[in-house]
T-cell receptor, first 112, second 114 residues
């Protein structure tokens, strides 16, 4: 019974395409996040949502658009994919801000 | 601005050795949380511990222990009698008390050889 699940696990696509990553949590948490891990393993926050409301948008290009239809879901849509978007994208959730975040298994996006 | 520094890029040890992973942080907040996460070769991020800035007591969980020293802004992690399964990337992270993001260090790759 996975706590935070994201799909797909792997995504290979061509430059210029549009793709989405879906995330669901069954922990009853109020806060959800998207993090990006680059090729050097560096993890950085992209977006943070609390009760479906966008709280943090950490200077992410407009091509990235998160959507939270309800507290348990946070999807990430990426338009016009670029080579530099290749990374592992992690969804996470936490009870509230400042508490421990639980992460999904990650989506490895490769743009060719 | 918040910052987390993990100066050790990579550490290699032989099984059963003790190893300490260093973490130094910067924040202007007086209240905050500190975390450690483990990322094994399979890629998932596993939560290990959260410590709030009010509590400087050291914590031990099995072979893992954490030393929080506010005076030196450090939150170090020690693995006693390391095992091959401890091989992973370990991340230290910082959050404001009611913050909505984790600020991660660059991670330390730990390789435990048999």
């Amino acid at each position: 019974d996975t706590a935070v699940s994201q799909t797909p696990k792997y995504l290979v696509t061509q430059m210029g395409n549009d793709k989405s990553i879906k995330c669901e949590q069954n922990l009853g948490h109020d806060t959800m996040y998207w993090y990006k891990q680059d090729s050097k393993k560096f993890l950085k926050i992209m977006f943070s949502y609390n009760n479906k409301e966008l709280i943090i948008n950490e200077t992410v290009p407009n091509r990235f658009s998160p959507k939270s239809p309800d507290k348990a879901h946070l999807n990430l849509h990426i338009n016009s994919l670029e080579l530099g978007d290749s990374a592992v994208y992690f969804c996470a959730s936490s009870r509230t801000g400042g508490t421990e975040a639980f992460f999904g298994q990650g989506t490895r996006l490769t743009v060719v | 601005a918040q910052k987390v520094t993990q100066a050790q890029t990579e550490i290699s040890v032989v099984e059963k050795e003790d190893v300490t992973l260093d973490c130094v942080y910067e924040t202007r907040d007086t209240t905050y949380y500190l975390f450690w996460y483990k990322q094994p070769p399979s890629g998932e991020l596993v939560f290990l511990i959260r410590r709030n800035s009010f509590d400087e007591q050291n914590e031990i969980s099995g072979r893992y222990s954490w030393n929080f020293q506010k005076s030196t802004s450090s939150f170090n992690f020690t693995i006693t009698a390391s095992q091959v399964v401890d091989s992973a990337v370990y991340f230290c992270a910082l959050s404001e008390f009611y913050g909505n993001k984790l600020v991660f260090g660059a991670g330390t790759i730990l390789r435990v050889k048999s």
